[in-house]
């Protein structure tokens, strides 16, 4: 497990460097900004070596290196800070409110990481609801970072640069390349960062409001999230008692995530941090950025808009949405901060511009290099109304309103309630940049899947959450003597909480085997039998052995994720499919593509031809089980060359 060993130490040098460049900051913010700063530095580091030594173990060790050397040097230089005195520090949250909330989201998280990873029981792997069709993807992008030069290619579609933001991915292939099993991989780091993500919040929600009972509030509305959707299925149970039954155990019937009654606003553990591994460390970055800001604002110094600057530029390759989501909400607070304060409004101006000029010095290489080719290239940016409540005709699917509350909540009702009364400054600039978010995901669409503006909505819910709830809690104030208001907040953290607890319970139980033993045997082989940089012909189902678990590229991967990249994929699949069904008449296709291997199984034989391929080439594996019969050809000359050769 020199992998988790080698995360420590990330971790470790990160949070030596944030106790000096954060020393105005209590030592719970401390930790917690070392700790992400040792994973964005786990994240980028390797890959920047990458350029000149190729993804391998000189370019990891010259990472872990380098965030040494840094740690080093942070405990030398003269920061310019000075702690902030007792009158000027904001106490930090208790322990004990930590400790409460943060633990048992931390363990049932690190619970789902651990059941949902490539689970292994028996020889086959086994992956949650959630995962099924996700972690494919990401696992094909950390086993096939392997040994890749820079920039990389989508090793499920050679040839074309991989525009998608990889770095989480690139992490757990430095843990990959350091021995760590794919499952712990994938699975430790993913629950330390969703445990960071807990304590980023309530430490950001403290900031916000510096009320106990508030950060409580904000953080079960966040962790049980879900909208109305329970209505529905309540109402189904009177008339068909399995309805319960079906949503606690059937595939995707919670009442978070039903398409065809348009709940759509999905449960943000189950359904984004778990399986959407770029979300989970977009929000692990973004939370410390917002928090860093709204300290910023408060401040008014240079150095700590520098600061949130130098955070947010190595975000647009860890997640894109976040990276544009905190540059919204940056512009409307901004614009907040220069109409409420006429007499400093060029010091606020030059302060924003530090801001946005470092952020851009950092980020706009990778725009230029990743973002901007795949996405603007790509065809994907769009004007549409209310996305996915767009019926696609010039209608909406909802009344407009109605879709926002039952998908989101009642809390929804509380947020514009939040940004008006607020006199908080900092809450009401950070008010202003939320509802321009809202405002531009409502009306812009940035990918082919119209569903991923969620991306951009649910970071201004988090933003926001804190001001809700610290309402939520005067508002219960203002009642006190009245009979009755403990069943009022009781019956509205219900209504708010219900449908999520409803998620989890059933993501919680969910199963599924994604690999079987003889695929799990086969991609064991072409690891360690295959040339690594080999190329091979399979069919484009998602769940492909050779891509994910060996990490060998392959002519062309499943649509499920080529085409909600945008790129152009098409002809490479038919090649693909007519590849396998007609392998002599497409002997010229196989040199063009550069085939080096075939690999057949049950999922090839659905359009392939499996006689043909035994009388064409060498047979170098064979196993499986009657309904799996699996079989690796070597096909090009220094294929056949390496097999003779041992």
């Known amino acids: 497990m020199l992998g988790i ?19 105005r900051r209590g030592r719970t913010v401390r930790l917690w ?13 390797p890959s920047l070596f990458a350029f000149a030594l190729d993804f391998t173990l000189p370019a990891q060790r010259l990472a872990l290196l380098t965030s040494a050397l840094a740690a080093v040097g942070c405990a030398f230089i003269r920061t310019g800070e000075r702690p902030l005195s007792e009158g000027e520090a904001k106490e930090e949250p208790p322990l004990w409110l930590i400790l409460c909330l943060v633990v048992p989201a931390m363990l049932v998280s690190g619970y789902l990481q651990y059941t949902h990873m490539f689970r292994e029981v028996d020889g086959a792997l086994y992956v949650g609801q959630s995962t099924y069709g996700d972690l494919c993807m990401h696992a094909s992008f950390a086993t096939g970072l392997i040994g890749q030069s820079y920039p990389p290619e989508y090793s499920i579609l050679p040839g074309t640069r991989l525009g998608y933001p990889f770095l989480v991915d690139a992490l757990s292939a430095t843990m990959l390349i350091y021995g760590t099993p794919l499952a712990a991989a994938f699975s430790v780091p993913g629950t330390l960062m969703t445990g960071l993500i807990w304590l980023g919040f309530v430490l950001f929600t403290w900031e916000m409001t510096g009320k106990k009972s508030a950060v409580v509030i904000a953080f079960v ?25 079906d949503a606690l155990n059937g595939y995707y019937q919670t009442p978070t995530n039903m398409p065809d009654v348009n709940l759509r606003w999905v449960n943000a553990l189950c359904d984004l941090l778990v399986p959407q591994r770029t979300l989970m460390a977009g929000w692990l970055c973004v939370l410390p950025a917002l928090y860093l800001l709204v300290a910023a604002m408060r401040e008014r110094r240079a150095m700590a808009f520098l600061t949130v600057g130098l955070w947010a530029g190595p975000m647009p390759m860890i997640h894109t949405h976040s990276f544009l989501a905190l540059g919204v909400i940056s512009l409307g607070a901004m614009i907040d901060c220069l109409l409420r304060e006429k007499k400093r409004r060029l010091r606020t101006l030059l302060l924003f511009a530090l801001y946005g000029a470092a952020a851009c010095a950092l980020a706009l290489p990778q725009l230029l290099e990743w973002t901007f080719p795949q996405t603007v290239g790509g065809g994907s940016l769009r004007i549409l109304f209310n996305w996915v409540n767009n019926d696609g005709n010039g209608g909406l699917k909802d009344e407009y309103f109605w879709f926002w509350i039952k998908n989101v909540g009642l809390v929804y009702l509380i947020f514009p309630l939040a940004a008006l009364t607020i006199r908080k400054p900092a809450v009401k600039a950070l008010s202003l940049g939320c509802l321009l978010l809202y405002a531009l995901a409502e009306t812009v669409v940035f990918q082919p899947n119209v569903y991923d503006n969620n991306k951009l909505f649910f970071v201004a819910f988090l933003a926001m959450l804190p001001a809700a709830a610290e309402i939520l809690t005067d508002i219960y104030a203002r009642l006190k003597g009245i009979r009755g208001r403990c069943v009022l907040a009781a019956a509205f953290i219900l209504a708010s909480t219900l449908s999520g607890a409803i998620t989890i319970v059933r993501e919680a139980k969910s199963e599924y085997q994604i690999f079987g033993k003889e ?3 086969a991609a064991a082989f072409i690891r360690e039998n295959t040339l690594e940089d080999g190329l091979f012909l399979t069919a484009t189902n998602h769940n492909n052995a050779p891509a994910v678990l060996a990490g060998r590229k392959i002519v062309c991967g499943a649509d499920l994720y080529l085409y909600f990249h945008g790129v152009d994929y098409a002809q490479r699949a038919e090649d693909a499919r007519r590849m396998l069904a007609d392998p002599a008449g497409t002997a010229a296709l196989y040199e063009e593509y550069g085939v080096d291997y075939v690999f057949f199984s049950s999922y090839e034989a659905q359009n392939g031809d499996l006689a043909a391929l035994k009388e064409l080439y ?16 070597a096909v090009s000359p220094r294929a056949q060359a390496a097999v003779q050769a041992g």
Do not use: K
């Open 618 to 633: 060498p047979l170098i594996y064979e196993g499986g089980a009657w309904y799996d019969e699996i079989c690796v050809f």
């Open 221 to 245: 509305l966040l962790f049980f999230n879900g909208g109305l959707g329970f209505l529905g299925t309540l109402d189904r149970v009177t008339s068909d008692p399995t309805a319960l039954n």
């Open 33 to 45: 900004l070392g700790m992400v700063m040792g994973l964005m530095e786990m994240m980028w580091l």
């Open 5 to 23: 060993v080698v995360l420590a130490a990330f971790e470790l040098f990160g949070v030596l460097q944030a106790w000096r460049l954060f020393s």
């Open 519 to 521: 695929q799990v045997e």
